[in-house]
């Protein structure tokens, strides 16, 4: 693999509070550079439970099952750690690397425009685009404070602000699309990861149900309902049936 360590550069030791964080990361580190893959993915989940939303922490994770071979577990985590960082080169060549190792290699289907929409702006992290609505808000308030001290300004560049005014609307409104895109892709649109070797799919919510197909460990579907302990599933766009809820992690 291109990077199999990053060091968490984050939080964690700028206070005394996260003395225990610090502990396990040591550990953690420790651990997957004497090769007890095992112990580093123990030690980076218990991490992992007092540390929310750390792309360098899930990428670590995901570095840690894929040395125990638990492809699936590992995609799920690179999978996470790139809607945090969607332009980290690590994380993208490790979740290809992790990808190729699984035995149900779906062919890419074709994309509507809204789909097409949406990958292309998968370069940014809502954080990103949260950031920068609040700057464009900032610029939009800055603007109209000025006209409200100063009434001559709005007077003497009447047509430049009018024309500032424009662009900064045109811009929130493509801003505001972005962000519900997004929300749609990573947060809306619930999808999941097989962590088993293989399970079967049924025609429905129980196991007595005819099986439709076997899938297997690392394939990634869409998840539309659950019921009971099973979950319906869609795959290449296609519903396709439902799975154990135990035989997958949600990403």
């Given at each position: 693999?291109?990077?199999?360590?990053?060091?968490?550069?984050t939080?964690?030791?700028?206070?005394?509070?996260?003395?225990?964080?610090?502990?396990?990361?040591?550990q953690?580190?420790?651990?997957?550079?004497?090769?007890?893959?095992?112990?580093?993915?123990r030690l980076?989940?218990?991490?992992?439970?007092?540390?929310k939303?750390?792309?360098?922490?899930?990428?670590?994770?995901?570095?840690?099952?894929?040395?125990?071979?638990e492809?699936?577990?590992?995609?799920?985590f690179y999978?996470?750690?790139?809607?945090?960082?969607?332009r980290?080169?690590?994380?993208?060549?490790?979740?290809?690397?992790?990808?190729?190792?699984?035995?149900?290699?779906?062919?890419?289907?074709?994309?509507?425009?809204l789909?097409?929409?949406?990958?292309?702006?998968?370069i940014?992290?809502?954080?990103?685009?949260?950031?920068?609505?609040?700057?464009?808000?900032?610029?939009?308030?800055?603007?109209?404070?000025?006209i409200?001290?100063?009434?001559?300004l709005?007077?003497?560049?009447?047509?430049?602000?009018?024309?500032m005014?424009?662009?900064?609307?045109?811009?929130?409104?493509?801003?505001?699309?972005?962000?519900?895109l997004?929300?749609?892709?990573?947060i809306?649109?619930?999808?999941?990861?097989?962590?088993?070797?293989?399970?079967?799919?049924?025609?429905?919510p129980?196991?007595h149900?005819?099986?439709v197909?076997?899938?297997?460990e690392?394939t990634?579907?869409?998840?539309?309902?659950?019921?009971?302990?099973?979950?319906l599933?869609?795959l290449?766009?296609?519903?396709?049936?439902?799975?154990?809820?135990?035989?997958?992690w949600?990403?």
């Amino acid at each position: 693999m291109k990077k199999l360590i990053v060091f968490i550069t984050t939080l964690l030791c700028l206070t005394p509070c996260f003395g225990a964080e610090n502990a396990l990361l040591n550990q953690a580190q420790e651990a997957y550079q004497k090769g007890d893959f095992q112990e580093a993915v123990r030690l980076y989940e218990a991490l992992s439970q007092k540390i929310k939303n750390n792309a360098n922490l899930k990428y670590n994770l995901g570095n840690a099952y894929y040395q125990t071979k638990e492809y699936g577990k590992a995609i799920c985590f690179y999978e996470k750690a790139l809607k945090l960082s969607p332009r980290d080169s690590d994380i993208q060549y490790n979740l290809t690397k992790a990808k190729q190792q699984i035995i149900d290699q779906t062919l890419p289907t074709k994309q509507s425009f809204l789909l097409y929409g949406i990958d292309k702006i998968n370069i940014f992290s809502i954080n990103e685009l949260l950031l920068s609505g609040i700057i464009l808000l900032m610029i939009f308030n800055s603007l109209f404070i000025l006209i409200k001290i100063n009434p001559q300004l709005k007077i003497k560049f009447h047509l430049r602000m009018t024309y500032m005014g424009v662009f900064i609307i045109i811009m929130s409104l493509i801003w505001s699309l972005f962000l519900i895109l997004k929300i749609h892709k990573d947060i809306w649109t619930q999808k999941g990861v097989i962590i088993v070797p293989q399970t079967e799919i049924k025609s429905g919510p129980e196991n007595h149900f005819s099986t439709v197909c076997v899938l297997h460990e690392g394939t990634q579907f869409k998840i539309k309902e659950k019921q009971n302990s099973f979950a319906l599933i869609q795959l290449n766009s296609k519903t396709i049936g439902w799975i154990l809820i135990t035989d997958f992690w949600k990403i």
